[in-house]
């Protein structure tokens, strides 16, 4: 019993070339019965035996020297392959024989950018077949001749399992029987034109090697079994708007040592309670997808839909979640969809042509970053990205994504000279695609995700990055106040007999500050690349230095806006920021840095405990100037308004060395005002002047209020008052 078979095809099976080895491979009809056909190099015999009894079936016959096996069987029942190695006998499910992995809807939905669980249908899924269990391969490489998965279980031999192609979607499949979860696998792609390609990893493998190892993992099976239903609920229902968010911004690596790299279990221990007794509402991670390139701080990265295997497994991952959320804590990730690195296992050329990104640099590459951009314009890949986004937010209940760089994405100009861009379809410089692509992943999270956030790193004027989608808007929760961070910081690094002729970088932000909904970002961007530090940047001697960061995190905890600070900063880290060494908690032992330290936590705790410093921190009815003209004296005064019968809340900012004894500010209440914060302090090293706790008004008009305060306002220094009732 034979069907013939052209030797081209055997030489291709055997080379590793055959783009359909399904035509070869497996169970086929032929004159006078069946047959099957394993390759399998090396084998010395091969039996085809019932899966349900072992009973013998037929023997195959090597039909070359290539490892190519043949023969009849005596009926169509499932079998088993008993292959005889040199120094084992092995009994396999046959790949060949089962039947099609992904169902159409799987292919359409992917295809038109709509699959939103592409993770369970994509990469690596451990899964039953036909009864068998074993592991299902997926990828989508359209223009590849030949796609074979090798990992472990295969000796990482290209020729042991080819893939199916599903035409016309373009993805490969293949189901494996008996490979477990935690097994490393790639992808062998011979491209477009034959041409052979480095060894892929998984663009949805949803585990990967630590590196410098560069091999996807078959992820466990099960999922975490949640206990923040409590958390979730409530995230459902409030306003974040009306929330107190006051963010600290993680390097992971970098935050704490404790034997090498802090896993996602140290972390737990360590981070969590420190974040807790911070009184941070939420934590916010620098990338923790997989990126080759620890350099990059994570913002080059390659596995959007794996956490990086440098912390440990996704369901240690999962644990740090549910345990941030029973802390009160809520997550924020930053996540890339700008752009990915040119690491040659990567998506750059994936199927030997450009598929992820544009094949013109002028559209494609990023020359600031040497990555490549991703072609927004193509379904497939904004479907890709927006099944990240949700990968993160639903399966891990993450709470919020900080996208980056969005303005290199929006512009077509962005850092390129004239004749090295390309214009859109109307010739003009505004990224269309990529706007439809924010749009439509901003109106997706607020579809499926009750209470998730996505916030924006847009550091231009692009008209209605937080207004809705359905008012020509983009969508996003929150953007980053970056120019208010520009601004202040610059007012804080003058030498305070200037800041006079500089007042207006402290006012300038308030004409803009309820057009968008901001955060206000003291990142880990400005303390790196030379910038120095926090504490680098304040003028004057050790004193006057210290002074100037109390009175400006004062100012910032008080300002309208929700509020982020990177790491180290909240213990005024002398040395600029560096990826490879810790923060230097020694640091607090110095009584400076612990004042800091402790006006952090104590910000942290009056700004959520206080209604009129977070109800309306996005809405110009809750904050007014009472004195925003004093140049001479370089002293700000505003009230923080909240809603209900919430008190109002005045906020005094001197930002010289000498202090102002009865100045006086006119107020909308008259009565007692209770001082309830003062960054001059002794608590945080300040020189402990103030106003005794509190003052009361006195009938003089002032600033258009019929009553007035008369204050000291201690030396470089915010002091915070709130009508008592």
Request: contains cysteine; aromatic residues 12%; proline residues 7%.
């Amino acid at each position: 019993m034979k069907a013939e078979l052209a030797l081209a095809e055997v030489q291709a099976i055997a080379e590793a070339r055959h783009g359909d080895p399904f035509k070869v491979l497996g169970p086929h009809d032929a004159a006078g019965g069946r047959i099957v056909r394993a390759f399998l190099p090396g084998a010395r015999a091969v039996d085809v035996v019932r899966r349900a009894d072992g009973a013998m079936l037929g023997r195959l016959e090597q039909v070359t020297g290539q490892g190519l096996f043949e023969g009849g069987v005596s009926d169509r029942t499932p079998y088993l392959l008993r292959i005889s190695w040199p120094e084992a006998v092995q009994e396999t499910e046959d790949p060949y024989s089962f039947g099609p992995l992904l169902g159409e809807i799987d292919l359409h939905l992917f295809n038109e950018g709509r699959h939103f669980r592409l993770a369970d249908a994509f990469g690596a899924n451990a899964v039953t077949l036909e009864g068998v269990t074993g592991v299902g391969f997926a990828v989508w490489a359209p223009n590849a001749r030949r796609v074979a998965v090798i990992g472990d279980f295969n000796s990482w031999d290209s020729r042991r399992h080819p893939m199916r192609l599903r035409y016309p979607a373009g993805v490969w499949e293949l189901f494996v029987p008996r490979v477990s979860p935690g097994t490393p696998y790639k992808f062998d792609i011979i491209g477009a034109g034959g041409i052979p390609l480095p060894h892929k990893a998984d663009p949805v493998a949803q585990q990967s090697e630590a590196p410098p190892r560069t091999a996807s993992i078959v992820r466990a099976p099960r999922d975490w079994a949640w206990q923040d239903g409590d958390w979730m609920a409530e995230r459902g229902r409030r306003q974040a708007a009306d929330q107190p968010i006051a963010i600290y911004e993680v390097h992971l690596p970098s935050w704490m040592h404790a034997e090498g790299l802090p896993g996602w279990n140290a972390a737990a221990e360590r981070l969590i309670p420190y974040v807790h007794d911070m009184g941070f509402t939420h934590l916010e991670l620098l990338p923790i997808t997989e990126h080759p390139f620890g350099g990059s701080w994570g913002y080059q990265p390659l596995g959007l839909f794996s956490p990086s295997g440098r912390f440990g497994p996704p369901l240690e991952f999962a644990a740090f979640v549910d345990r941030l959320h029973r802390a009160g804590i809520g997550l924020i990730l930053d996540w890339v969809p700008a752009h990915f690195p040119t690491d040659p296992h990567g998506l750059a050329r994936f199927d030997g042509t450009a598929l992820y990104e544009h094949l013109d640099p002028r559209e494609g590459f990023h020359r600031d970053w040497n990555t490549y951009i991703y072609n927004f314009g193509r379904r497939e890949v904004q479907g890709f990205l927006i099944a990240s986004a949700l990968h993160w937010l639903e399966r891990f209940h993450v709470d919020a994504l900080r996208v980056d760089a969005v303005a290199s994405m929006l512009y077509r100009d962005y850092s390129r000279n004239p004749g090295e861009w390309v214009p859109n379809v109307f010739g003009g410089r505004e990224h269309l695609e990529a706007v439809d692509f924010l749009r439509h992943l901003n109106s997706v999270v607020a579809e499926r995700c009750a209470g998730a956030v996505v916030i924006a790193e847009e550091s231009t004027a692009w008209p209605g990055v937080t207004s809705p989608v359905g008012d020509a808007g983009l969508g996003f929760g929150y953007k980053w106040n970056m120019g208010w961070m520009h601004d202040t910081l610059r007012y804080m690094a003058r030498d305070p007999i200037h800041r006079a002729y500089h007042h207006d970088d402290i006012t300038f932000g308030l004409l803009y500050a309820f057009s968008e909904r901001f955060v206000l970002p003291l990142s880990h961007d400005e303390v790196v690349h030379g910038k120095g530090s926090l504490i680098g940047k304040m003028p004057g001697d050790r004193w006057q230095r210290f002074a100037n960061l109390r009175a400006y995190l004062g100012f910032m905890w008080t300002h309208p806006g929700k509020k982020l600070l990177f790491m180290g900063g909240e213990i005024a880290q002398e040395r600029e920021w560096n990826h490879d060494r810790e923060i230097d908690w020694f640091l607090l032992a110095d009584p400076a840095h612990a004042g800091i330290q402790r006006l952090v936590r104590d910000l942290n705790h009056l700004y959520r405990r206080e209604p009129a410093l977070h109800q309306r921190d996005c809405d110009a009815e809750g904050f007014r100037w009472l004195i925003g003209d004093d140049r001479a004296n370089s002293v700000f005064a505003f009230l923080r308004q909240g809603t209900d019968h919430a008190q109002p809340v005045l906020v005094v900012c001197n930002m010289t060395p000498a202090p102002r004894h009865g100045y006086r500010i006119g107020v909308p209440r008259a009565g007692g005002w209770q001082e309830i914060a003062n960054t001059d302090s002794r608590f945080y090293g300040g020189s402990d002047m103030g106003n005794g706790g509190g003052v009361g008004t006195a009938p003089i008009a002032a600033h258009g209020e019929s009553q007035s305060l008369e204050l000291v306002l201690p030396p470089l220094s915010t002091i915070v008052l709130r009508a008592m009732s």
